[in-house]
């Protein structure tokens, strides 16, 4: 018979846990509501008001390749805001067991983590994106069927397949048949042009989206495999997936109507596979981590692109991308202490590449500071800069736990763009934050 012991954890409950060593069921979660209305002057878009969310978080952790549990994971979240919009996440959700001591499955959504940049910048070339919002966008897992073999030496070899595909939910368009209009309440979606200037002449732009079938969207496959090696202190992953790419891309035919002065765009979300190959390792010991890490996109397919999408402002056009980046932490009770550090390697020309989509970080730094005072208060910063582009990231977070099991939390938010206001980050200048808000932690 296996004794159990149960333990409480700072923001959730430990149950099942296991003396001799290896199986623990772990529950945690939160909800609560944020308030994002201490300035009339920050913060004051749609959409970024004020909203109220909830997580939950459910783990039962297998130690050992030699227990006959079933490994279980499930995370769920959601997002309410103020323009009464819901958003959703399931990050992971799959049960995992053991063939052999050396051989393991994984069966559902689960996080990938092959790619230390892709994780550390947000990129979303590998795993989905939670996406409720930019400053942090979290990661979702892909939906399949994970291999798993572990030698002795220390060597790890991975397959992952699925035949399902899943795409990034948020942030979602609201799409209107009758005023052929694309609109969006959530605050971090970049909405296409409601009008534009065609041959001197302001004409109003009229959208018809013609969605495909959800056979066709949901039934695509999935296939990489992962070589690496983890020891006391080192952990090296080579990675290479071919997928479907986590959002869509837009074919867009565009002809203008000059007797009524109207721009009509035909907009049919299409579907494109991209090669996704990387490398990362890691050093570990102790209460600090360092990396180095590196990924490239290659798509497979190259979409038409008409120059009249110019119009829309629909971007459209593939482009290759090279990254590589390296960073070092310190973590422990007391503190936590990162730099990050991310360059694009691959060419991109704003002016030749007007229809595609502007990297997220070009040559980037990032700097994250904890500084924990008991059990009771927390400070944190965190701040990301593009010495390409000079766009600008900074957060500022107090939390102050009142009670076991409440959390007052407070904080700012800041997004700096170029002066040009052509970036990544420039349509969303305004979603700054001064915020208050209250939690409930389980």
């Known amino acids: 018979m296996r004794k159990t012991l149960k333990t409480f954890a700072i923001g959730g409950l430990v149950i099942g846990g296991v003396c001799q060593g290896a199986v623990s069921d772990t529950i945690q979660g939160h909800f609560g509501a944020l308030s994002n209305q201490a300035s009339s002057q920050v913060g004051n878009v749609p959409g970024n008001r004020y909203n109220a969310d909830f997580e939950f978080s459910y783990n039962r952790n297998v130690g050992t390749l030699r227990e006959n549990e079933l490994e279980r994971r499930f995370q769920i979240s959601s997002l309410v805001n103020d323009q009464n919009l819901t958003m959703y996440s399931v990050q992971e959700a799959y049960v995992g067991g ?38 942090t966008p ?22 992952f397949v699925s035949g399902l595909y899943v795409p990034e939910m948020n942030p979602g368009l609201d799409i209107d048949k009758k005023k052929r209009a694309i609109t969006s309440r959530h605050p971090w979606a970049d909405t296409p042009a409601t009008s534009a200037e065609v041959e001197g002449v302001q004409m109003d732009i009229r959208y018809d989206v013609d969605y495909p ?9 999935s296939a ?15 990675f290479i997936m071919r997928k479907p790419e986590n959002t869509t891309t837009p074919d867009v035919e565009v002809n203008v109507d000059f007797v009524q002065n109207v721009v009509n765009a035909q907009i049919a979300p299409r579907f494109y596979y991209h090669d996704v190959v990387g490398s990362s390792l890691k050093y570990r ?24 999408v110019r119009y829309t402002e629909i971007k459209n056009k593939k482009q290759r991308e090279d990254y590589v980046g390296g960073g070092i932490s310190r973590s422990n009770d007391l503190y936590t202490l990162a730099f990050n550090y991310v360059a694009r390697l ?10 595609s989509l502007d ?21 944190s910063a965190d701040a990301k800069y593009d010495m390409l582009t000079t766009d600008r990231l900074v957060m500022f977070r107090a939390t102050y736990r009142v009670l076991s099991s409440l959390v007052m939390n407070a904080g700012v938010n800041l997004i700096g763009t170029p002066v040009s206001g052509k970036s990544y980050w420039s349509p969303y200048t305004n979603n700054d934050s001064i915020y208050g808000g209250l939690r409930y932690v389980f």
Do not use: C
Not at 99 to 113: E, F, I, N, W
């Open 359 to 379: 990297p997220r970080w070009n040559q980037a730094l990032n700097v994250v500071a904890v500084r924990n005072f008991g059990q009771r208060v927390s400070l």
């Open 285 to 308: 010991n102790k209460d600090i981590e360092m990396y180095v890490s590196g990924m490239a996109v290659r798509p497979n397919e190259f979409p038409d692109v008409d120059e009249q």
């Open 138 to 159: 979290g990661q979702e897992g892909l939906t399949g069927l994970l291999y798993e073999r572990r030698s002795s030496n220390g060597m790890r070899y991975r397959a």
């Open 224 to 238: 990489g495999a992962n070589i690496g090696f983890e020891s006391k202190h080192w952990v090296v992953d080579n």
């Open 346 to 355: 691959s060419p991109f020309n704003r002016e030749k590449d007007d229809l």
């Open 98 to 135: 053991n063939l052999t001591s050396k051989d393991r499955l994984k069966l559902g959504r689960q996080v990938l983590p092959w790619s230390a940049v892709d994780e550390t910048w947000g990129f979303g070339k590998l795993n989905n994106r939670r996406n409720f919002d930019y400053f």
């Open 213 to 221: 079938e959800i056979s066709d969207v949901i039934y695509r496959y």
